[in-house]
C-alpha cells in the first residue's frame, strides 16, 4: 500500500542531543517537504526538496538540516537539540504535475527537556 | 503574496446541525485551492481541492466548498454534522506553477451530541 512513514511518533531527548527525523515514502513523489506544527498556528515550512540531491530551506529559520539520496527518504537532522525545538514535525510528498495536493505522514512529536 | 485567513479558530456544532467553516484567500494569479482535515495524533488528509474546473468541490466524508472569486473565498460545509467530523480543518492556497502552499491556522471543530 502507497503510504507516508514517519519515525519515531514521539521522541523525549534532553538538550544537546542529536536527534534525526525519518520520513519514508512509497508513493515514488518527487517532490518531499518538512513542516512544523504549533497549536493554534498554520503549518511553517522548514526544507523541501524537489527530487535527489535537490534540497531547500523554507521560510521558518530552522537549525535542522535535510538530506534527500534516495526518493522515497527525506531525514530531518537536528546536530544540537534545544527546549525551542519542542514542536511538531509533519513530513509530506507530492508528485509533480498531480494537482499540489500533498500526502502527509503522522508525525513526530519531539519534546525537548 | 498569497496568504490564509480562516475566521474561528474554534467552531461548536451539535450533532445533525450545518457546519460551515469559512477561509478567505489572497493570490495575485488563479490560485489551486485545498481543504485539509487532522484528527488527533495523525497527519493531514486531503479533503477536497479547487482546481478551476467546477466552483462547486465535493469531496470525502460528505464535505463540500465552493469557490467564490468575487468574494475570493473557499468555505467548506457539511449539511449535518457527525461526532467524527470533530477534528483540526486546514484550508491552504498555492497558485499555479507554484511550488510552496500556504496554510491556514486551522479551525478546530467540536461536535456536542
Known amino acids: 500500500e502507497a503510504d507516508i512513514y514517519q519515525t519515531p511518533r514521539y521522541l523525549v531527548i534532553g538538550t544537546g542531543k542529536k536527534i534525526t527525523l525519518e520520513c519514508s515514502q512509497t508513493?515514488?513523489?518527487?517532490?518531499m517537504y518538512w513542516y512544523q506544527q504549533d497549536p493554534g498556528m498554520e503549518l511553517h515550512l522548514i526544507h523541501y526538496?524537489?527530487?535527489?540531491?535537490?534540497?531547500e530551506k523554507g521560510d521558518l529559520s530552522s537549525e535542522s538540516t535535510v538530506s534527500r539520496i534516495r526518493t522515497e527518504h527525506f531525514p530531518l537532522t537536528l546536530e544540537s537539540a534545544r527546549p525551542s525545538h519542542t514542536s511538531q514535525y509533519l513530513c509530506?510528498?507530492?508528485?509533480?504535475?498531480?494537482?499540489?495536493?500533498?500526502?502527509f505522514g503522522p508525525g513526530t512529536r519531539l519534546t525537548v527537556t | 503574496a498569497q496568504s490564509v485567513t480562516q475566521l474561528g479558530s474554534h467552531v461548536s456544532v451539535s450533532e445533525g446541525a450545518l457546519v460551515l467553516l469559512r477561509c478567505n484567500y489572497s493570490?495575485?494569479?488563479?490560485?489551486?485551492l485545498f481543504w485539509y482535515v487532522q484528527y488527533p495524533n495523525q497527519g493531514l488528509q486531503l479533503l477536497l481541492k479547487?482546481?478551476?474546473?467546477?466552483?462547486l468541490v465535493k469531496g470525502i466524508n460528505g464535505f463540500e466548498a465552493e469557490f467564490k472569486k468575487s468574494e475570493t473565498s473557499f468555505h467548506l460545509t457539511k449539511p449535518s454534522a457527525h461526532m467524527s467530523d470533530a477534528a483540526e480543518y486546514f484550508c491552504?492556497?498555492?497558485?499555479?506553477?507554484?511550488?510552496?502552499?500556504?496554510f491556514g491556522a486551522g479551525t478546530r471543530l467540536f461536535v456536542k451530541a
Open positions: 526538496s524537489y527530487g535527489v540531491n535537490s534540497t
Open positions: 479547487y482546481t478551476s474546473a467546477a466552483t
Open positions: 493570490s495575485s494569479v488563479p490560485p489551486y
Open positions: 508513493m515514488g513523489h518527487d517532490k
Open positions: 509530506a510528498s507530492s508528485a509533480s504535475g498531480r494537482g499540489y495536493e500533498q500526502y
Open positions: 491552504a492556497v498555492i497558485h499555479t506553477g507554484g511550488f510552496k502552499t500556504i
